[in-house]
């Protein structure tokens, strides 16, 4: 049912390919091949360059559009240029060489181009490499970016071959827009334990919320916040006071943290939630347990009530196994309105969906942790393992007995 339950489960072990194994000689240097075409038609010396921007100023959450043509050549006349809006997920590499988008590029769209917004046009930063689509039976809906700026680095000898003079890359990139909360980066953490791992929201300097799926091994608890630029990651340790019974359709826990996460700013808590507005997922799902967490974004698209009380978050985000725990953010205010419990899952397909997911309103969890900041006693969070059937029953998604909801 909670198909996100069981993906975050995946160890170290688990590793991405691109295109075929190693075993069939496939050579691990493609991904970074580019070719440079010259169009007689389109070589006009009065063409000029795009309006072009440096990826080293890209900030993860930052708006990104993408363009490029579904299916390649299978029907230009319905797809060429087709466009997808998404933002920066991840970064790595030197000025951001890598880039990470949940923008929705089929295959065939490689070679596309990815443009950031600004006051005159859009401004051409990168280049799209791969399109992670289908993984196993899990959707990805991921897309790999390949800086403009470092293609030309490379490839100066080259264009300087052929007589083209390759103007400076401008550093400008538009600014991110500013909330009136803090930064979700700084509350998120990586959490292992055991073979286990997922997400955390750090709501205090020692103290983290995350899901009790990610930490029921009981094994030693670590926990990684992220670190800020230039900084190193450091490795606490941790210790569950609370989880929530297997029974419950509340998949949570806390942990108390052996030292305090220094400078941390603790997040602001939503108390609305308006079906539609734009939202974010910040966690260590996909590839962001190497390179710090993940930022996928969407919009709330159901608050599902029981008795006038708000008991599950529906997003269209992006959510992969290891996002459990993560933070789901408000774009609009900043504000943390709950934590990802789990994506989708057809048990008769065996097909896994990340855009259709589940998180726990901290509207439900607020007045507790509340309660547990005051008085210490871990019994603050008992009543989650006290719900009705109504609660329990939009928790197994199905509402009206019958046979068993497979999803």
């Known amino acids: 049912m909670r198909g996100c339950w069981r993906w975050c489960r995946l160890g170290r072990a688990e590793r991405w390919r691109f295109g075929a194994s190693e075993e069939a000689g496939t050579d691990p240097r493609a991904l970074s091949w580019f070719a440079w075409l010259r169009v007689p038609g389109l070589d006009a010396p009065e063409g000029g360059w795009a309006a072009r921007a440096s990826a080293g100023c890209l900030r993860k959450g930052q708006a990104l559009l993408a363009c490029g043509s579904p299916f390649g050549d299978l029907c230009p006349e319905l797809f060429l240029n087709t466009l997808s809006r998404g933002v920066v997920s991840n970064l790595a590499g030197e000025e951001n ?12 769209t490689e070679g596309g181009a990815a443009f950031v917004p600004s006051p005159d046009g859009p401004r051409v930063v990168a280049v799209i490499a791969a399109s ?16 403009l700026a470092a293609i030309l680095r490379s490839s100066a000898g080259v264009l300087g071959e052929a007589g083209i003079v390759v103007p400076p890359v401008p550093a400008w990139v538009a600014a991110v827009p500013a909330s009136s909360g803090q930064d979700p980066l700084g509350w998120t953490a990586l959490v292992e334990c055991g073979a286990t791992w997922g997400s955390g929201v750090l709501l205090a300097p020692r103290m983290l919320l995350t899901c009790r799926h990610v930490v029921e091994a009981r094994t030693p608890l670590h926990v990684t916040p992220a670190a800020g630029p230039g900084q190193d990651a450091a490795v606490l340790r941790g210790r569950v006071v609370f989880a929530t019974e297997e029974s419950s359709p509340f998949d949570v826990a806390v942990v108390e943290l052996e030292e305090s996460v220094p400078g941390l700013v603790p997040p602001c808590l939503a108390n609305t939630f308006l079906p539609g507005e734009e939202v974010s997922v910040v966690g260590f799902g996909a590839l962001g347990q190497a390179c710090g ?105 199905q509402q009206r007995p019958g046979p068993p909801s497979k999803l």
């Open 97 to 108: 060489a890598l880039v990470l988008t949940d923008a929705r590029c089929l295959p065939g």
């Open 293 to 397: 967490p993940s930022v996928t974004a969407g919009v709330l698209s159901a608050v599902v009530a029981v008795a006038g009380r708000p008991v599950m978050l529906q997003t269209t985000c992006a959510v992969h196994g290891g996002s459990s725990g993560g933070p789901l953010v408000s774009s609009r205010s900043g504000c943390l309105m709950g934590i990802v419990a789990s994506n989708t899952r057809d048990t008769g397909a065996g097909a896994t969906y990340p855009h259709l997911n589940f998180c726990i309103p901290i509207t439900i969890l607020q007045p507790l942790i509340a309660r547990y900041r005051r008085t210490g006693d871990p019994a603050a969070f008992a009543e989650l393992n006290r719900v009705g059937e109504g609660v329990r029953a939009t928790w197994r998604l």
């Open 132 to 147: 992670f689509c289908w993984k196993g039976a899990e959707w990805v809906g991921l897309t790999l970016l390949c800086s």
